[in-house]
């Protein structure tokens, strides 16, 4: 009992300012739950200065809901959410504190009847001088949201952030000095607008235009800070044209063969991402002197990428899945990324001795599968793993359609009789190995591990890769086949005997691991990893997500020394168990 006299409420002795800024690392939500520590608290939430509203937390389950009409449980919903707004803003209003950030997000099925709401909000986050404004009014039937002419009166905004609303052509200055930021996502906005935007805002570092119809010409000058441009789904666009001395980085998205790329004026550019682009990409980063890192990403029509640069440090090459031909001189490459269902025909890369790779393949088969998945195997390590240096990563993807029968270890030995690389981290992901017999799992494992010795080697436990379609038989299949294979790995590990590969200089991995152990599960949806006392009896229970087994070899040399030099074979050999 004494001791709860003494007890002292430290939380609510914190100045004011203190618990805004521990509010400001809070989610919404977390933030009206925090009235329940002291009456202080409750009252400092009124004057919080971040307003934040978000119609997701006043909408029922999706059962409720109608892709065209409100039902009247919903209607209620959003009656009661206009009106928390209304009152949380003019509640903080009165205080006439300045507002660090106004955030709305809502949609709705016609503006009538809420313009006069959102003409007022804005006025009141403008009268209390703003910085910070993301308007995000989605209108799914009816006519669109005009902002008001007062947003032009938001001096001290430093960045603005519209989305879904319609935004008139303005004769009169924009008188957005501070503006660092612009993000315009599905805005109906003219080009001069825009054009008018981006002359006009003269600290505009970051511009990003996003799903805006209609548009055809975007062109960037007199911004002479602009740090990043992102252009994303203007499928209208015919040019783009950018002269901007500061920008560094630039992601173009969506844009059609027939659009024309000038970014001769940007000469400090160091960083491009191209995400389904039919354009010469080749032509166009030829004109980048400057250029550390390169992203292509999703970009069908590129069959081929040949590049040479003394200057790059990081090159990205994902899901471009009629990638037939890469050839990258790049004596400086750092990190280089590889992500594509079909293995390139031709593949080179000259990159640093530090060069740190990460590959993701997907093996998918369906004809002759036996023959084509040692081929598979023996592609990925000699002419993969063979020609790049630091492999941080791996990622075997596998979808095996075909039944497999004769496919064994001893055919691919014999194919490929070379020591495995030494990866960082193996990643297996089983999409589908219902044609792989259990019996042929070991085959799986042992060719797998004749690729590489991975550090750690990772299994995917999870469903599919759509997650809306959730009830979806193949998805409990294909965790089902994860849990199998999962099982049978661990058990393998567990009760290794090596009282195989007598007649061969080169055995297989069982001869080398020296120590084996669960080493965490990192669910999907959580990064905190969560250990694992039992795996087999957890593994039903568990998350989606990936186990992650650490693997302790015999032997480390460096992987240069044993694959540049000849006699390593027989140096790892004398060192058998
Ligand atoms: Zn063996």
Redesign the pocket.
């Known amino acids: 009992m004494g001791d709860q006299i003494g007890m002292v409420d430290r939380i609510s002795e914190l100045p004011d300012f203190i618990i805004h800024h521990i509010m400001s690392y809070l989610s919404t939500k977390e933030v009206a739950q925090t009235c329940v520590l002291s009456k202080r608290w409750n009252h400092l939430r009124t004057s919080f200065p971040i307003l934040d509203f978000d119609q997701i937390y006043f909408r029922g389950d999706l059962a409720e809901r109608n892709m065209y009409t409100f039902s009247v449980r919903e209607k209620r919903r959003f009656c009661k959410f206009i009106g928390y707004v209304d009152a949380s803003l003019l509640r903080f209003c009165e205080l006439k504190f300045s507002m660090q950030k106004f955030r709305l997000s809502m949609s709705l099925f016609d503006v009538e009847g809420v313009t006069s709401f959102l003409d007022k909000w804005i006025e009141l986050a403008v009268a209390n001088e703003v910085q910070e404004l993301d308007f995000n009014v989605e209108v799914n039937g009816g006519s669109r949201y005009s902002l008001p002419a007062t947003i032009f009166s938001a001096k001290l905004v430093t960045t603005l952030k519209l989305s879904g609303c319609n935004l008139e052509q303005s004769s009169d200055t924009i008188r957005f000095h501070s503006l660092k930021k612009l993000a315009l996502h599905r805005v109906h906005i003219g080009e001069q607008m825009v054009h008018k935007f981006i002359s006009e805002c003269p600290s505009l570092e970051d511009l990003i235009l996003s799903r805006i119809g209609d548009f055809k010409r975007v062109c960037v000058s007199h911004a002479p800070k602009l740090k990043t441009v992102t252009i994303d789904e203007c499928f209208e666009l015919e040019s783009i044209e950018i002269v901007a001395p500061s920008l560094q980085q630039c992601t173009l998205a969506y844009i059609r063969k027939s659009c024309l790329i000038d970014m001769a004026g940007c000469p400090h550019l160091n960083s491009l991402k191209l995400v389904e682009v039919d354009i010469e990409i080749h032509d166009l980063i030829s004109k980048i002197p400057l250029l550390e890192k390169l992203i292509i990403q999703n970009c069908d029509e590129i069959t081929e990428f040949e590049f040479s640069s003394n200057r790059l440090k990081d090159l990205q090459i994902l899901r471009c899945y009629n990638m037939d031909g890469i050839v990258v001189d790049a004596p400086n490459l750092l990190s280089f990324s590889l992500e594509c269902r079909d293995v390139p025909f031709c593949f080179s890369i000259n990159g640093s001795r530090q060069c740190s790779c990460k590959l993701k393949f997907l093996i998918k088969l369906d004809t002759e599968g036996d023959i084509l998945i040692l081929t598979w195997f023996n592609i990925i390590k000699e002419e993969f793993l063979g020609v790049v240096h630091q492999v941080k990563e791996l990622r075997m993807s596998i979808n095996i359609m075909t039944p497999l029968d004769s496919f064994s270890l001893d055919e691919f030995r014999n194919r490929s009789p070379s020591l495995p690389r030494e990866v960082e981290n193996l990643i297996i992901d089983v999409w589908n190995i219902r044609n792989i017999p259990p019996s042929k799992y070991v085959a799986l494992l042992d060719c797998s591990l004749w690729v590489c010795f991975p550090r750690i080697l990772s299994i995917e436990l999870k469903r599919s890769c759509f997650p809306l379609i959730s009830i979806d038989c193949l998805e409990l299949k294909r965790r089902k086949q994860s849990i199998e294979f999962i099982k049978f790995f661990y058990e393998m590990m567990i009760n290794r005997d ?1 009282k ?2 007598n007649s061969h200089i080169i ?2 991995w ?2 080398y691991l020296k120590d084996f152990k669960i080493d965490s599960f990192v669910p999907y949806k959580d990064p905190k990893p969560l250990h694992v006392d039992n795996l087999i009896a957890e593994l039903p229970g568990l998350p989606d997500g990936t186990i992650r087994f650490h693997l302790d070899w015999c032997f480390s040399l460096h992987i240069d020394e044993a694959y540049v030099t000849g006699p390593s074979l027989l140096n790892r050999s004398s060192m058998l168990i």
């Open positions: 090596t195989c590969c055995k297989c069982r001869h």
